[in-house]
């Protein structure tokens, strides 16, 4: 059994699941996703979740076990024989991911049911919107900024998600298109397989090991969110590809800081599960930055305000 600890990195098998595989097992699961993005805004008691979302018992009672197992919370006594669920050093480290999924909601996502939570940064003291830059030199990226891919411990095989979970209804008004997204194994699995350059049916059928009805379900859902346009194949006209549009490539932050936090806090023996390089030649980490006054964002400085 693997031990995640909360203050440093887990230590992965060799020939194993890669540090994209964990990552995309604990945020491609619907209900983690929801139980982190309250965990944000300051939930921490077990009542808390179950008065903010439509989660059964059972349900809210595995998912806290598992993100406590897995070294994302940290259990901890109070009034008593009462607990509640603290965001460990590793938890808390997961805020550019969720900073960038409200992000692009608030840019691609005109219609919600609820509110949007506000992001202030508290250097400023302005709201702000995050922009994903080079660790390096500082300038703004997009996807084709960098150049790279798989490592010495990635592969297709070792970076598919490492946790199963099953589908469910997405929950009105909170990040609903995110969910689609990313909020099942298989959609995070063909989305992060598209930023790697695959485009036709059959090769994120083979190269993913996923079921062809799932892979044809998740594509014809992502040109319905206009994430993916298809077009016919330069090699026959009845093999279309399927390429990320704007909205889907705007989506990029999202998915490469969830890498950059999987490979600091999952370690291979044989090294990182993706290698990148930025335009200006040096190795690619992603920083966010306050589109305001432009300094790196750290996780304390920035306030999320739940809406009014």
């Known amino acids: 059994m693997l031990v995640h600890p909360p203050d440093r990195p887990t230590a992965l098998p060799t020939g194993g699941a890669n540090a994209i595989g964990f990552t995309l097992g604990l945020i491609g699961d619907e209900w983690n996703l929801l139980i982190l993005r309250y965990a944000m ?7 808390e979740w179950r008065e903010a979302l439509p989660i059964s018992h059972a349900v809210l009672t595995r998912r806290l076990s598992t993100l406590t197992d897995m070294g994302v919370f940290e259990k901890a006594e109070y009034e008593g024989r009462r607990f509640e669920y603290r965001l460990t050093k590793r938890g808390r480290d997961l805020w550019p991911v969720l900073l960038s999924v409200w992000a692009w909601e608030a840019a691609w996502v005109p219609e919600h049911v609820e ?23 500082a300038k703004p990226v997009r ?16 970076s598919v998600p490492a946790a199963t979970t099953r589908r469910r209804s997405t929950v009105a008004g909170v990040f609903p298109q995110t969910m689609t997204l990313i909020g099942n194994r298989w959609s995070a699995a063909i989305l992060g397989a598209s930023f790697q350059g695959l485009h036709r049916f059959r090769d994120f059928e083979q190269r993913l090991g996923a079921p062809p009805t799932i892979v ?41 800081t969830a890498i950059d936090w999987g490979q600091r806090w999952y370690r291979a023996p044989e090294g990182p599960a993706m290698v990148y390089t930025h335009t200006c030649g040096q190795d690619f980490h992603p920083r966010l930055r306050c589109d305001g006054c432009l300094v790196p964002l750290r996780g304390h400085e920035v306030a999320v305000e739940r809406p009014a």
Do not use: N
């Open 115 to 137: 509110s949007l939570p506000v992001m202030v940064h508290r250097r400023c003291g302005e709201p702000f919107l995050p922009v994903l830059t080079c660790a390096a030199c």
């Open 41 to 47: 805004l300051g939930v921490r008691r077990y009542g």
């Open 143 to 158: 996807p084709r900024d960098i150049h790279g891919g798989f490592g010495p411990s990635g592969t297709w095989e070792r």
């Open 216 to 256: 044809a379900e998740r594509l014809r859902v992502f040109c319905e969110l206009g994430v993916f346009e298809q077009s016919p194949s330069a090699e026959r006209a009845d093999w279309p590809s399927y390429h990320l549009t704007e909205k889907g490539r705007a989506f990029f932050p999202v998915v490469i």
